[in-house]
């Protein structure tokens, strides 16, 4: 398994397989942006394959983690040491939630940003190809962080590459930058994350550079799902412990499906209709 980046890291956490072997026992596949951010994501994905035998889950994180906050104890960080930080705190992840496979791919913002960067499409094409994912989870299309909107659109266009009946048969756009509990019920997909609780806060706290810096991630994505789950239906007590919410964006990555923006744009509609 070979990247374009030589910055890129493939860890197998148990050590029992070859990288190709571990990448093809995946059955839940999260592409996100940063490190962290799978954590905040999939949680619902995670536990599934903690909870079902013979279910994997693999992470891919495609930008390096430049540019991020160095307060406190990393203050005297250089952006460098504090990518390689980031890196081992997303190993220790994987290590933590048991998964099959974790890849960093280490591009930069700049060029996830860019449509058609070769060495973008080409790994997630790779990634994509070397295994047969059931979900996949991405990001939001209303996600207003601009890196985590470009990193969608780049797994949508390396999933569209792939031969029809090679694709996943489920694509869900998860929360981390904007809530997604403003989607019309019928157009948002319920995620258990109330599952292994002490394992969810430890996948979160794992990122210390993150957390003590002075972004609780640990706390708020902890406390949203909470919210979501309390605030899902005001007549009928709470049915799961921790929701995230989700939106199917699978129609998006089939040959003649709509274009993602006017799929998002379709979704806001429906919503202004029903607030009108």
Request: hydrophobic share 40%.
């Amino acid at each position: 398994m070979k990247f374009s980046n030589p910055q890129a890291d493939v860890f197998v956490p148990d050590g029992s397989r070859t990288p190709e072997q571990a990448l093809r026992a995946v059955t839940h596949l999260c592409i996100a942006a940063h490190q962290d951010d799978i954590e905040i994501m999939a949680q619902g994905g995670i536990s599934d394959c903690l909870d079902q035998p013979g279910k994997a889950f693999g992470g891919v994180v495609v930008t390096n983690g430049a540019g991020s906050p160095r307060t406190g104890a990393y203050s005297s960080h250089t952006d460098a040491q504090m990518q390689g930080v980031r890196r081992e705190e997303q190993r220790e992840a994987a290590r933590l939630g048991r998964y099959a496979i974790q890849i960093q791919l280490a591009h930069t913002s700049a060029d996830v940003k860019t449509p058609g960067h070769a060495g973008v499409a080409r790994d997630l094409e790779q990634v994509l190809a070397g295994c047969r994912p059931e979900v996949v989870y991405l990001h939001n299309p209303a996600d207003k962080h601009d890196t985590h909107v470009a990193v969608l659109l780049r797994a949508v266009h390396a999933i569209r590459s792939l031969p029809a009946g090679q694709r996943p048969a489920r694509v869900l756009g998860c929360e981390v930058w904007r809530d997604l509990d403003w989607l019309m019920d019928a157009d948002r997909v319920a995620m258990d994350s109330g599952r292994h609780p002490e394992l969810a806060r430890k996948l979160l706290t794992v990122f210390d550079s993150q957390v003590s810096g002075g972004k609780r991630y640990d706390l708020a994505a902890i406390g949203r799902r909470l919210a979501n789950a309390t605030f899902h239906t005001s007549h009928a007590a709470d049915s799961l412990q921790g929701i995230s919410w989700g939106v199917d964006i699978t129609p998006v990555t089939r040959d003649g499906g709509p274009s993602l923006e006017d799929f998002t744009a379709s979704l806001v509609h429906r919503m202004g209709a029903d607030v009108a």
